[in-house]
């Protein structure tokens, strides 16, 4: 690659000079890590930090890790203490995962550590490092698993640019990686408010939360009740097909949602019964699956699918008006009922009849259960949101880091390969890797549908963080919590959480933060 060429497609208008060629053992000390004897107690359980693969490529800082040795054990292994701001990097098992360490630790021999030297900036390398993991998997090698040398790592080409433009780079990541982690985090407050309200609102014992103007009875009844359940569609390999009916199956259902991704859908010449079409609010549930823990998973259909849709036979339909079925699927009640439907068996396997013996307690006025499904609603609507907006950002990082770092792709193969017992096997892996960076550069070119300028590419990046909302929510829901759970006498007076909550007129719920208790 000529000088010429050693610049990023998109930048910072203040810089223009051309990126430096080097190598990572030119930037930065690469070291190892070791395991004491385990059979030797003195050696565990101290105070140094001590990492495993598995533990690293989670998240960009890491603090604490799961088990730590002592400085004798340190002196009596060929683990070594790392500096604070080390980057952690796996050279066995899933090679070139990282992390940065945010205080001084060892890890075991699954790794190959960066230590950055001076004038580099270390933020800058981590995500340059995260752009060329597929370089770490070309020259890993092994017979039982893949593995990179420390030398092989010192000979990887990089490039980089003078110091104020790694730094401004660095920020600009950092930034975004801060959102990310924002939005994860609420995404988890909404997902435990919502968890919370439901064991509370649709609790069997008399403290359940009710709305303040809500004083009809409660009755217990069966999901027979309610409603119907009709099997699957039954049909063989011979009725696949490119067109025709669409079958949603276990694996469209993802977190309560049905998933209609085009790399996920089945369609099948065969025609299904009349009942057997998906109609707006069914439920469709996962009946029968080789893993136990997805037996019993549910979504709504929405009527979101403009031609005719089934389930397949592993799965079933519920047929209901009932406004809060949904929601008693995703209650710890259901979970109940079907733990003990299926812990006395090897057959992961529901029945309708099973299903159609489930308890539950609901409120009788229809008031009362138009304010519950509209509670739930507002918060699944605040998580698809959140969720959006998650996507919409992590896809951006991804286009951004193709396209501001100077990445150069080493098509040669490593012959080494051609001297192990298993040489076809990684010539696939070999393959596999050509064939990912391929589609990596496609979906780059095609999808990001971001400018050259780099002008425009940071005014776009503006934007997308000001139409993140703020935390607000997040305060509303937290503050909520943490006030029930201090406030005793919540226990007596159940309601003072939902006394304050109003309906506006187009039946839409509207609270203030920290209203729901005083």
Known sequence: MSEEKLVPKLRFLEFTKVWKSTKIGEIADIVGGGTPRTEVEEYWDGEIKWFTPSEIGKTKYIFDSKRHITDKGLKNSSAKLLPKDTILLSSRATVGEISIALTECSTNQGFQSLITKNNVDNDFIYYLISTIKNEFLRRSSGSTFLEISKNEIKRIP???????????????????????????????????????LMQRIFSSQDDKLRFADSDSCWKEISLKDIGTFYRGHSYNSTNVADEGLLVLRSNNIQSNVLDFSEDGLQFVDKDCKKELELQKNDIVIC??????????????????????????AFCSIFRTKNKLAKYLFQTESYKKNLYLILAGTNINNLKNSDLEKFNFNIPTNESEINKIHDLFVSIDNKMDYNKKQLEEITLFKKGLLQQMFVVRINWRCNFKLAKSPSFNKHLLILKNKIIFIIIELIIGDLFM??????????NKFSKTLENIPDLEETWYITDNLNLTREDKSHEKHPEKILRNAHIDKEGKLVVKRADWVN
């Open 287 to 312: 009946m029968s699956n080789g893993t136990r823990r997805l037996v019993g998973k549910s979504a709504e259909y929405t009527g979101n699918y403009e031609n005719k849709v089934t389930v397949g």
């Open 158 to 196: 990089i490039n980089i640019p003078e110091l104020s433009e790694q730094n401004k780079i660095s920020n600009l990541f950092s930034a975004i990686d801060n959102k990310i982690e924002m939005l994860e985090k609420k995404h988890q407050y909404y997902q435990d408010f919502k968890k919370y």
């Open 449 to 458: 549908k971001i400018e050259k300028d780099a002008e425009n590419i940071l």
